[in-house]
């Protein structure tokens, strides 16, 4: 089941940033905290009472003239209807209503979505300023303060309480794969060539953004839905512009599919905002495949694919566990191997290690090389075990989780995907500490 998007909308200085810092603190169960590959944080995964969701930054509606300020305004509502199961509007009891509260509450209204109205700052002032809000015609304004933590168990009570009536389950039995990439890299002619006409497609639904198109079919007896997407394109002169709302409608559909088709023109070779899109797929944990497209294309001698696969290597070093295949989608060379591949990757991330064996491997390790120490006092590994999978996520129980430095966690990374086929999926390892016995 996908977790509910919840969009943070509001002016600059309303204490948005401030919000989200209390979100990802340790007041609130966070399930994983992640920044996006740009310099602004965008989403975050937390929890609240047992309920998982999804929490979207949309930036600050900058005003900056009177001709920028529509444009502005309709998109960070648009982003916040588009995506978001729930709406959060921030405003600030400092500032008071302004022209530009009014004009997104206009919108939001029209939205029929939930709007959870924060009016925040309320550290010394009258409980009874918060009448005024009711104007926005929002519903009930809830004074919080984030700096100092108040009123946000009740906020996030409210904004909990509407999970229930969101319908976010899926078919379980498909496989669900979405195609990203840069405009032009070949993505929709992927999709074309994988639904063929040896495919039976079942049905075409609009997708969760107005940008891609689910559709559903079977190949060989396995039902799938491809999400395919518009290009993401890279930022150009307009600060929070293009870039910014197409990433985070990509991240909507990265987020719900099993498995991602990272689609490169051979062409151009990999570039900058391909590596940034790869970082986004890997980031949220999900298996993945390189599709160097447009292979026709490309002047070949029998050097040629492992040069290519060298800036592969180089360029997606964090991410060293990629797999890759070469095709063209125009003409179909290797293109029917992708789902067989998708398949296997896949097959990877829902890989299950016992206890048993998984702690021979660790102990292993430990045998070959001695864990760290520091001022004196050396890390104990007791034992390990799997938490997960999709990605496969596994747990270490130390003495002290501080002795764990950050190249040992990488050798004992590393020995698992020795050990275990984890080709094409990333894998999580959490240090927790046991108390001795």
């Known amino acids: 089941m996908s977790k509910p998007i919840v969009a943070v909308v509001g002016r600059p200085n309303v204490g948005k940033s401030t919000f989200f810092n209390k979100i990802t603190g340790k007041k609130i169960s966070i399930v994983e905290n992640k920044p996006g590959i740009t310099r602004d944080r965008i989403y975050c995964d937390a929890e609240w009472c047992g309920k998982a969701f999804t929490l979207i930054d949309t930036g600050g509606i900058e005003l900056k003239s009177q001709d920028e300020m529509w444009r502005h305004i309709k998109k960070q509502a648009e982003i916040a209807i588009e995506l978001a199961e729930v709406v959060i509007f921030m405003c600030d009891i400092k500032g008071g209503i302004t022209a530009s509260d009014i004009e997104v ?127 993401i394109r890279k930022k150009k002169s307009v600060k929070e512009d293009v870039e910014y709302y197409s990433v985070i409608r990509a991240l909507a559909s990265i987020r719900r599919a099993d498995i991602c088709l990272a689609v490169i023109d051979s062409v151009e070779g990999l570039t900058e905002q391909d590596v940034k899109i790869l970082g986004y797929i890997h980031e949220q944990g999900k298996p993945s495949i390189v599709v160097m497209n447009k292979w026709d294309a490309i002047e070949k001698d029998t050097y040629t694919i492992e040069s290519f696969k060298k800036k592969l290597d180089c360029d997606l070093a964090f991410m060293d566990y990629y797999k890759s295949i070469f095709i063209s989608a125009k003409t179909g060379l290797r293109a029917e191997k992708v789902l067989n591949i998708a398949m296997e990757v896949l097959e990877n991330a829902k890989t299950r290690i016992t206890t048993g064996t998984l702690n021979d491997v660790i102990n292993d390790a430990v045998r070959a090389t001695e864990p760290p120490t520091k001022n004196g006092r050396r ?58 016995d």
């Open 379 to 436: 890390l104990k590994i007791y034992y390990a075990v799997q938490d997960g999978v999709c990605p496969p996520t596994f747990v270490i129980f130390v003495n002290d989780a501080e002795l764990m430095h950050f190249s040992y966690r990488r050798f004992l990374e590393n020995t698992l995907r020795n050990t275990f086929n984890f080709e094409g999926t990333p894998i999580r390892l959490f240090v927790r500490e046991k108390e001795e």
């Open 105 to 231: 509450a206009s919108m939001l209204r029209r939205s029929n979505k939930p709007i959870v109205l924060a009016v925040n700052k309320m550290d010394n002032y009258d409980q009874s300023l918060l009448y005024d809000y009711y104007e926005l015609g929002l519903g009930e304004p809830f004074g919080i303060s984030c700096e100092q933590g108040k009123g946000l168990g009740d906020l996030l009570d409210e904004v909990c309480s509407y999970f229930d009536a969101v319908d976010l389950e899926e078919d379980s039995e498909r496989i669900k794969i979405a195609i990203v990439g840069k405009p032009n890299a070949g993505k929709s002619s992927l999709t074309n060539r994988l639904l063929g006409y040896d495919r039976t497609i079942v049905s075409n639904i609009a997708g969760t953004t107005r940008d891609s198109i689910d559709t559903h079919f079977e190949h060989d007896g396995q039902k799938f839905t491809i999400i395919d997407t518009a290009g």
